[in-house]
Nanobody
């Protein structure tokens, strides 16, 4: 499975960004897809949001209603709308795909700064 990420960049606090990830190659009927992030001074990757083919959604605790994840099943694409961004959201965001194996995208940088 190959993952192609788009979006990210620089935004001011309070602004919005949209991340997209398209999966291709050997896509199963059932999978979970979404985003994790690695922020400065935090050792590992933390859950941002995931959505399953059953449309079950999980958000990280820090999201607090600011982000919305959605998927286009026909295109094997997941979108993440990030609103009211804070400086603490700065980091590298990784697309993640999981069926019986897991796959990671290369990561896209999100910078929230004035």
């Amino acid at each position: 499975v190959q993952l192609v990420e788009s979006g990210g960049g620089l935004v001011q606090p309070g602004g919005s960004l949209r991340l997209s990830c398209k999966a291709s190659g050997g896509i199963s009927l059932v999978y979970v897809m979404g985003w994790y992030r690695q922020v400065p001074d935090n050792g590992g990757r933390e859950l941002v949001a995931t959505i399953a083919t059953t449309d079950v959604i999980q958000y990280g605790d820090f999201v607090n209603g600011r982000f919305i994840i959605s998927r286009d099943g026909a295109k094997n694409t997941v979108n993440l709308e990030m609103n009211n961004l804070e400086p603490g959201d700065t980091g590298v965001y990784y697309c993640h795909f999981r069926n019986w194996r897991e796959y990671w995208g290369q990561g896209t940088q999100v910078n929230v700064s004035s």
